[in-house]
């Protein structure tokens, strides 16, 4: 077979054709580009109301955690038990303030967060309570669960250090 005759047996091009294939290339990249700018806000990940996911309020959280580990353990050993008790407290109102001092906008964005904070309060409250009244401290609990249980479910993974120091916990506030 001849070239003259291969080149007559190939069907001319439509230019219609080559006009929609560029419209189709055109809007597939339109719809490409499109999701890449918007799609992250359209369909990304939003706020889960179960736990601290916010990355500023999980940052300033973790710092928070971490600081409170120390402070807790650089207490003197030396301290009656009602100062050591005191002085646990004061740490954890130095952790909840750290936290609270990311801003309420932030804050706002991340739904537990102020739950959270307020079962840190309610521990030292009903810690400063035991003391006063002389009695053993109980873990509050909050609709039928102790309260630094429902904590650590908001944190979730990745924030161990938040778990409640078990000395916090501890039936005679401020003992060893």
């Known amino acids: 077979m001849k070239t003259e005759d291969v080149l007559a047996e190939v069907p001319e091009a439509d230019p219609r054709r080559g006009r929609r294939v560029t419209l189709v290339l055109l809007l597939i ?6 999701l890449w700018e918007f799609g992250p806000s359209l369909i990304g990940p939003k706020d889960d109301p179960t736990a601290i996911d916010s990355k500023p309020v999980r940052t300033a959280v973790a ?16 301290l009656n038990v009602a100062d050591r008790a005191e002085a646990e407290n004061r740490a954890v109102e130095r952790l ?6 990311v801003g309420p906008d932030a804050l706002a964005h991340d739904v537990p967060t102020d739950r959270w904070l307020d079962d840190w309060e309610l521990i030292v409250a009903t810690r400063r309570q035991a003391v006063r009244d002389g009695r053993r401290f109980a873990t509050p609990v909050a609709n039928g669960t102790p309260v630094n249980i429902r904590m650590f479910e908001l944190i979730r993974s990745g924030l161990e250090q938040c778990d ?13």
């Open 164 to 176: 409640v120091p078990r000395q916090l916990l501890a039936p005679e506030p401020g003992q060893l």
């Open 29 to 34: 990249t339109a719809i490409i580009a499109g």
């Open 96 to 101: 909840v303030a750290r936290v609270r001092s």
């Open 63 to 78: 710092s928070a955690c971490t600081q409170l580990r120390s402070d807790l353990a650089a207490l003197p050993a030396g």
